[in-house]
C-alpha cells in the first residue's frame, strides 16, 4: 500500500507549529518513512502537486489571497488538520477584530494603501470544512505524533476535552489560583500542554482554548473576587483565543468601556 | 532587448512567507525584489493598553523560532521602562536561555535549512535516506534536541516558553534539573566541533561583499542578553540611541519595513557573521580553537560561509551553557516585583538572526502605550537585495534551474525570518534619493 501523502500549509501565523514538526527530533525521520511528505515548504524545496491524504494547516485566516488559497488547499485535502490557536481560533493576530483595521494599518505602515487585510482574522473553520483540530500556541508535539499515528493505524485520535486543572492535578502541580490567589484560566481552558504554566508557578492564559462547555462566567466572578478590575478579566480572556467563541463572549461580557460595539 | 527573469513563488526552507523576483535586461540586473507577502499581523497596535507581561508573552508569539529572543529584549526594555534590576543570578540563568534557543535555532538552519543547498538536496529528510549523510542528520536532530531541552527546561516548553517574566522567571529551575543536562551539553559540545569542521569542508560559491557589520559588544561576553550597538564603520552607541543612528521605510513589494543608516542611507548586516566578525575576541576557548583549527581569516565577507559563523556561535553556545550549569544557584527569590509607574525604556539583544530591537512607552498603571519593534531580517532584507544584484551576474551564464537555485542559496544565507519581518511599526515616510 502507497504510504499516505503528508501536506503542511501556513497562512497568517508564526511558523511555531509546523516548527514543533520538526523538533520531534526523535521521530522525525521515522514518520518521514511512515508517511510521504508531499509538501512542506519549511522542510524542503521540493512541492508535490495534491490531492494529500492529510494537510495539517497553520494559521489564520487575513487576506483575500489567503481566502482563496485555502479553498485550494481545502480541495487537495482528504483530511485537512486545523494546528494551532491561529487556525482553530484566528490566533493573537485575531485581536484586531475588536479594533478598525484602517486604524490599525495606519499605525503600523506609513503608506496604509499598500496592506491590504480582511476585516476580520478568521479561523480556517470560517472559510472551509475542518476535519480535526489539534488546539495550541504552539500545538503540543505529543499530541500532533498521537493524532498522526492515529491516522495511520486507523484508530480515533485522542482529543481531550477536560480542562487543564485535570492536568494540573496529575502532575502534582501547586493550585496557583487557591493557593497564591493568582488568576488562572486553566478551569476553563482544554488539557494537552500538560499544565505548564501553573507548574511554573503563573496562571493558565489559556493558550489551548476553552474546553467543552466552560463556566467563564463563574471564572471571571472569581477572578473579580480576587481583586481584579472588569476590564482585567475581559484582557484575561481575549488573549490567544479571544476570538474563539466562549472566550469572546466572556470577554464582551467583563469588557466594561467598550462593550456596546460588540 | 532580451528580457530574463528569476522567480521563485514561494521561498523553501524559510521561516514565513516570502518570494524572489529578479529581472535582468540585457545583461544588466534591471531589478531585485525580496517579496514578502506573509501578512501583517499588527503586533504593535494590539499590544497597546495591554500589561507589561503580556508584551513578555505576546511578542514571543511574532516568532516560533527565537521566541526566547522577543522575551529577553521585550523583558530589559520593560525593566528599563520600571526601573527595577532582577535579583542577582536572573542575568547568568538568561544567559543560558538564550544559549539554548541559539542552538536550536542555529543547527536548525545549518543542517535543515541550509546544509541541503551545499550537498544537493530537497531537505534534510531528504539529505537523511541517503546512508553516508544519515550520521549527520542524525547527529544535528541531537544537538537541536539538547538546545530545546535547555529552553524547555527553563521556560517550561521549546516553542514560547511560559517562565521569562518583567522582572526575572516566574520560576527558576533547581540545580539537580540543570546538572542532568550537563551531559548532554559536554556532548553537544563534541558534537559542535565536528560539526563545524563538516561545515569547513564545505565548498562556498566566491562572493565577498564590503558590509557594514553591525552587532552589540559587550566589554567581556561574547554579545547576547547586554552591549553597545557597534559597527565595522567605527559606530560605538547606546542601545538607546538606536533610532538616532538607524531609520526604516516602507516598500511597495514587501510587507516588512526596510533598515538603513540615518548616516548616508547605506544597507548593513546584522546577524552571526556581523557578531563574529566584531566579537571574535570574545568567543569561548573551545570556539576560538575551532576557529584557529579550520584557519578562519576574519572578517568572513561572505554570506554563504555564515554558516561557518553559525558553527562557531554553536560550539561557543554549548561550551558557554556547560560552564553556566556547572556554576549554576538558583535565584532566590527569581523575581523583583515590578511597581507600575509611566515611563519608557529600550533594548536590544542577540537573537540568533541578528540585534532585536524593543521600544516600550507605558502609562501610570503599566499599561503599554507604544511599541516598536525592529527585528534583524528587517534589517538585512535591504542589503539581501543588495547582495543579488551584485551575485546574479555571477550565476547568469548557468542553465536557469542552477541559477535559481544559487539565488534561492544565497538568500537562505541570511537564515531571514519572514515572519518576523512582517508587521512593523514606523512613522514616517521616507524616500530613497532619486525615486
Redesign the interface.
Known sequence: MARPRLAVY?F??????Q??L??C??E??AL?GAVE?AY????????LPGPYDVVLVEGSV??E??VERLKEVRRQAKLLVAIGACATAG???A??NW?DAD???R?????PG??R?LDRVRPLGDVVLVDAELRG??ISKRQLLDFLAAVLIGRTPRMPAHSVCTECKRRGAVCVMVASGVPCLGPVTQAG?GA??P????GC?G?FGPMERPNTGALGDRFVALGQSRDEVA?AFR??NAYALPFAAAGDRFARSDIEEG | MVQRRIEVG????????GGLRVVVEGGRVAEVFLDI??????????LRG??AQ?AV??TA?????C?VAYQMSAAHALEKAFGVSPPPGVRALRRLFYCGEWI?SHV?HMF?LHA?DFLGY?????M?QVPAL?PL??RA??M??VG?RLVALIG?????P??A?VGGF??APGRAELAALAPDLAWGLEAAVEALRWAGSLSYPAFETDYEFVALRHPGEYPMNEGRIVSSGGLDAAVEDYDAHFTE??V?HS?A?HSRFRRDGQSYLVGPLARLNLNADRLSPAARAAAGELGLRLPLRNPFMSLLARGLETVHAFEEALALVEAYEPPDPPRVPVVPRAGAGAHATEAPRGMLYHRYEVDEAGRIATVRIVPPTAQNLRRIEDDLRRFVPMVLEAPHDEATLRC?QLVRSYDPCI?CAT???????ERRPGT
Not at chain 1, 497568517?12 to 507549529?17: K, L, R, V
Not at chain 1, 499605525?107 to 503608506?111: D, G, K
Open positions: 501556513k497568517s501565523s508564526c511558523d511555531g507549529c516548527l514543533s520538526l523538533d527530533e526523535d522525525l525521520l518521514a511528505i512542506f515548504l519549511e522542510a524542503s524545496r521540493q512541492a487575513t487576506t489571497e489567503e490566533g493573537i493576530q485581536l484586531r479594533a486604524a490599525f494599518r499605525a503600523v505602515y506609513p503608506t499598500y496592506i487585510t500556541c504552539p500542554c505548564i504554566c507548574a511554573y508557578a503563573r492564559y493558550c484582557r488573549g490567544i | 514561494a521561498l523553501a526552507r524559510v521561516e514565513g512567507e507577502f506573509e501578512p501583517p499581523r499588527f503586533f504593535e497596535a494590539f495591554r500589561t503580556d508573552d505576546l508569539r511574532i516568532c516560533g523560532i521566541p536550536e536548525l535543515l541541503p530537497d531537505s534534510a529528510i531528504a537523511a544519515r542528520v542524525e536532530l541531537r537541536k534536541q530545546n517550561g516548553r521549546e516553542v514560547h511560559v517562565s517574566c516566574f520560576r521605510e516602507q511597495a510587507n519595513l534561492e515572519s508587521h512593523f511599526l514606523r512613522l514616517q515616510v
